[in-house]
């Protein structure tokens, strides 16, 4: 186990057990009912001794404890706690609001005369299983067998039967004692009335209730005031996970919790009735026939967020033994306690070290399977006080306590409520009584103001002193070089003999002292360029920085801050003397993409990248063609005619202006002249029939649709009636088709000895017109005169 960690001496909050009492149990530490984060350290620990006045409900109850705690630190995460009530005394001032006064051997005032108050228990024989008015009740004592009862054919109350079953079951049933619910209470009347003569009185109950009315922290108490001591005991450990100077904290605490008193004996029976405890059994949580005790978690957080204000949370669980006994050989339970959900909130704020106010604000919520409770109220509490230290192992406390939502006027709604009792027999009937808000006969609490006082002793661990800071110390600094020169401007070079370097980072090393061995933070100002790196030695990076002298000064912060001795040295940034750099271009020339049509022109372009010439000049030259445009620029443009089909051009380029040892000048590209192109015979054929010349005719006229540049010839031979007539036959079918005229062409060629002839032409654009075989230039075809449209040939 490592050592314990000391709290500092600077920090004013001090810590002290908590009361607890009306919900979380007393001991660990916190503030008055609300667990803090924090815990006791290994040799530390405390005693605790305190009066806490509050009040519950139903009953209007004020109670007092005197609860005394005892805690120990295990190491800085784990303390013990112990607890128990040295003193406890329970005055109720409303107890015809609790069943438990209801019970065979509890008496009240009532008009005079004290008698035990009539109550609604569970029938049998005849009335089994329903709930029955018992008026007056003998006195009987416990276990109240064998009591007369005053209820018509219900002579004698039997035992108790069903039920029970575990540590934590329901209640068992009693006839004639207890309420149809379950368990040993009887249902709450509030109100009676009498009906019929004065010879024959019959007595109802006006208001009233069928489950039992209980309090949780004594459900058997039928003494106006009852005393009680060390009856409660709570063990337990307060659990922290994070570190102990973590300024949150957070952890669990595990507790059991037991009682001295069980319902297991007339005498344990009549300290329950006192208000001793609820009676769950223990101290055995294994095995205990009489109930195993109690069983709780809590978990707990708390910040700190700031030197003088701290916040806690809590929330947790106990789980509840029910209250057991043995009657006559039959293990029975008398009452299924509730399970308690309890949270709060919790903030101090500790002035100085002496004085440390508190707000808190809580609450438990019964939950779980349970007798129900009539009237059940789970408490919601407010506390506000102080706790003054006049050593960090002594406190004392007091404060304020205020019940928020006692059973007071207000906290009944406007409800109307019907009850219905039926009489049997002569002179019986049913009676219906009807009440608003607040039950007839029932006492509405009045005094929701409560109390605590506390004192406590203790030891604590020394605190942690500061420690007088030795101011760490510079002793070397230490530069690989005192003295560089830049590098060249981009597209400079150094003059010869010149030392110019590209790498202007320097190595510093510090060496540095502290006395007491502190880990040291390295400081580093320049006066230029910056500091890569971090610790005793970094690197001075100086690019960019512009000739001149430059300093660095190196100091140490061991906590402080840079306190000590510092180490200034100095180096110096010379200009690098430099010439520019010649860089030779590169040349290419770019000519036509595809072949140029004889007589278009072609362009040339001369690609120059890179090099450091600013101005270069071109001169360009060509082989064949005229350079028309672009001489002296990095582009030209060349025409060319139809004498150069089918050959090249060669564009040369030489550029100047560049470097005198450069090589590359000139370069060149060249580009091809497209060939004149020429006709094509597409079909020829002499005498056929007109369909069959249609059908020619279609398949000339997908040539041309294929080739949409190009135009078409058809040249006729033989006599001039018989070409006259095959013209209008092509004609007519160009009409027909409806073909654009325009891209066909008709001539005429030689009579080919009274034959007639006809051939198809596709001529791409460029090329030179057909010529009849018999002529050197084309005749063309007279134009038809204009005639009505042509009727439709026949289809092909």
């Not at 530390?44 to 509050?54: C, D, L, P």
């Not at 409303?94 to 008496?107: A, E, G, I, T, Y």
């Not at 109802?204 to 004594?218: I, M, R």
């Not at 106010?357 to 408490?379: D, H, K």
Request: hydrophobic share 30%; aromatic share 10%; with cysteine.
């Amino acid at each position: 186990m490592s050592a314990q960690t000391l709290r500092s001496i600077d920090d004013p909050r001090n810590t002290a057990p908590t009361v607890g009492t009306g919900g979380p149990p007393g001991g660990p530490t916190g503030l008055f009912t609300i667990y803090d984060g924090q815990t006791l350290r290994a040799g530390e620990f405390t005693f605790s001794a305190a009066w806490s006045n509050y009040d519950r409900d139903p009953g209007n109850v004020d109670i007092n404890e005197i609860p005394i705690s005892f805690q120990v630190g295990v190491n800085d995460y784990v303390e013990l706690f112990f607890n128990t009530d040295a003193y406890r005394g329970i005055k109720v001032n409303s107890p015809r609001n609790l069943s438990s006064f209801s019970l065979p051997n509890s008496q009240v005032l009532i008009n005079g005369r004290l008698v035990t108050p009539p109550a609604i228990v569970l029938g049998s024989g005849a009335f089994a299983g329903q709930p029955v008015f018992r008026n007056t009740q003998n006195f009987v004592q416990f276990p109240f067998i064998g009591g007369r009862l005053n209820i018509p054919r219900i002579p004698f109350i039997t035992g108790a039967s069903g039920g029970g079953g575990g540590s934590f079951g329901s209640a068992s049933n009693f006839p004639g004692v207890g309420s149809i619910y379950g368990s040993i209470l009887p249902g709450l009347v509030l109100q009676t009335a009498n009906f019929g003569t004065a010879n024959s009185p019959t007595i109802v109950p006006t208001s009233f209730t069928l489950a039992p009315t209980y309090l949780p922290d004594a459900p058997f108490i039928n003494r106006s005031y009852g005393e009680s001591a060390f009856n409660t005991f709570t063990v337990g450990a307060k659990i922290r996970f994070t570190s102990p100077n973590n300024p949150y904290g957070v952890g669990l605490i595990p507790f059991y919790r037991f009682y001295a008193d069980e319902a297991g004996s007339a005498t344990g029976f009549n300290q329950l009735q006192r208000g001793a405890s609820p009676g769950g059994g223990g101290p055995n949580p294994f095995f205990g026939d009489n109930g195993r005790g109690d069983f709780g978690l809590v978990a707990f957080a708390d910040a700190r967020l700031n030197r003088f204000i701290n916040i806690s949370g809590n929330i947790g669980f106990i789980l509840n033994s029910s209250v057991k006994a043995d009657f006559a050989g039959t293990e029975v339970t008398l009452l299924d306690r509730p399970n308690e959900v309890i949270s709060g909130i919790g903030v101090d704020f500790p002035i100085n070290r002496y004085f440390q106010p508190i707000l808190e604000f809580r609450s438990t919520q019964y939950v779980g399977g349970r007798t129900p409770n009539a009237f059940e109220n789970s408490p919601l509490d407010a506390l506000g006080g102080v706790r003054f230290y006049p050593t960090r192992y002594i406190s004392l406390g007091a404060a304020y306590r205020y019940h928020v939502n006692q059973q007071n006027e207000e906290s009944f709604d406007d409800n109307t409520f019907r009850t219905t009792t039926t009489v049997p027999g002569p002179g019986g009937g049913t009676f219906t009584t009807t009440s608003t808000g607040i039950p007839n006969g029932f006492i509405t609490s009045s005094d929701p103001h409560g109390f605590i006082f506390q004192a406590s002793v203790g030891r604590r661990n020394a605190r942690k002193t500061p420690v007088v800071n030795k101011f760490a110390d510079v002793t070397n600094l230490e530069l690989s070089e005192t003295r560089v020169t830049g590098k060249c401007p981009e597209g400079q070079e150094p003059l010869e003999g010149q030392n110019c370097t590209d790498d202007m980072a320097v190595n510093v090393t510090t060496t540095a002292v502290d006395p007491e061995n502190d880990v040291l933070t390295y400081n580093y100002t320049v006066s230029g360029g910056r500091i890569v790196g971090q610790g005793a030695n970094v690197s001075w990076d100086l690019t960019g920085a512009a000739p001149g002298t430059y300093t660095i000064t190196a100091g140490v912060d061991d906590g402080c801050g840079v306190c000590g001795k510092t180490q200034t040295k100095t180096i110096t940034v010379e200009e690098c003397k430099c010439a520019v750099k010649c860089v030779c271009p590169t040349l290419s020339v770019t000519g036509p993409a595809g072949i140029t049509a004889p007589g278009e022109t072609m362009t040339f372009t001369a690609n120059v990248s890179g090099g450091t010439s600013e101005t270069i000049t071109y001169n360009w030259t060509v082989d064949r063609g005229t350079i028309i445009e672009g001489q002296g620029t990095p582009s030209i443009r060349v025409a060319t005619t139809a004498d150069m089909a089918g050959q090249t051009v060669r564009a040369e380029v030489t550029i100047g202006g560049v470097c005198e040892t450069c090589t590359e000048k000139t370069a060149s590209e060249t580009a091809g002249v497209a060939e004149i192109p020429t006709c094509r015979d597409i079909d020829e054929f002499g005498v056929l029939a007109p369909d069959d010349v249609r059908t020619r005719l279609d398949s000339f006229f997908v040539e041309l649709q294929n080739n949409p540049t190009a135009t078409g010839y058809i040249i006729n031979y033989g006599k001039a009636r018989d070409v006259a007539r095959r013209e209008k036959l092509i004609r007519n079918h160009i009409a027909f088709r409806n073909f654009d005229a325009s891209r066909i062409t008709l001539l005429r060629g030689d009579e080919n000895g009274g034959t007639l002839r006809t051939r198809f032409v596709l001529c791409p654009p460029g090329a030179p017109a057909p010529t009849p075989e018999s002529s050197s230039v084309p005749e063309p075809s007279p134009s038809p005169e204009p005639s009505p449209s042509p009727e439709p040939s026949p289809t092909p």
